[in-house]
């Protein structure tokens, strides 16, 4: 069997792999594979570790974020050994709809579409009586599930607000920040700064860990209730395993990760997106501009690229000697763009060589 590695100048995607893991990571990952533990104890020591890193009350290691909206929404509606509802509600904003909406419903949860204005979001929060005429009972939704990123901003309330608003209610917001680092505050920022109950970031993006972990942090009866949802036990979670492999990696990833000069990391990014626009200006038929954030609201640069016959341009890219990945996401039907986070040294060079002798 032969794969043909990519130069990934696209993102931290799933369908390439995420990112890759610096050594340290591999290191304890092989370590662990080494031996048997118990598995409980060590999902524990792992999250604790991981809390007191990240300034939370309490953090979960999961089989990636999806998998932690699962688990996170499973909690807001009750404990394991409780049935889940039938008629158990999520909150989201109409215009954070997305593709993980199914994480959320597959504990049989309800969404519950909001618009941009504070009023709609107190009303939904407000819940609805039940146990008939003259009844004092309220059921209020499980929990608000707020996206961050900057492609979700326009058509919702700012986080601050959301956990004002959800405070007063007594329902629990939880923030999807999967892709959201850096910056690498993002670890404590929506938690113990903005006041949110539980933020949920992937474990393999631009915390370069394994690609099949995510990471629950925030609160620790939520955190608590996750961890009992969650394999090795009988519960929702428990196709959603987390080896011993995977909990050490992540730990090891989240060290390496707080260990780096985030703002030299940031300058080295922006240092390829020059090199690109330096070396693209002047080449006839195309435009090529810096575009801030990234695509996924991440505060760096990347070279956006307009062209004639974009398709053909990705297609050779793909195809050729070294193959390489490019992004689309959120650009105009005639556009590329050159994402610097996920490349290694010196790829920034193959990449423009390539196009060059493209364009």
Known sequence: MKIRPVINANATVTVLGGSVMPPPVVQAMVEAAAHFVDLPELYEQVGNRLAELTRNEAACVTAGAAAAITLVVASCIGEPAQAFPVDAEVVMFASQRNGYDYSARLTGARV????????????????????????????????????????????????????????????????????????????????TEVGADAVIVSGGKGLRGPQTTGLVLGKRWLVDRCRQHASPYQEIGRGMKVGKEELAGLLAAVEWTLEQDEDAVIAGYERSVDLWLNGLRGVPGITAYRGYPSEAGQPHGRCVIRLADRQRVIDALWDGDPRIAVGTFRLRDDEIALNPQTLEPEEDQLVLDALLRLL
């Not at 609805?128 to 309220?138: C, F, I, K």
């Not at 707020?146 to 405070?167: L, Q, S």
């Open 112 to 191: 519950i579409e909001v618009g941009p204005d504070a009023e709609q979001l107190e009303a939904a929060l407000a819940g609805r009586p039940v146990g008939g005429p003259g009844s004092a009972l309220v059921r209020r939704p499980a929990c608000v599930l707020w996206f961050a990123g900057a492609h979700y901003a326009a058509g919702a309330p700012p986080i601050e607000d959301v956990v004002r608003i959800g405070r007063a209610a007594g329902v629990p917001v939880i923030v999807d920040a999967a892709a959201q680092i850096p910056p690498v505050a993002s670890l404590w920022h929506f938690t």
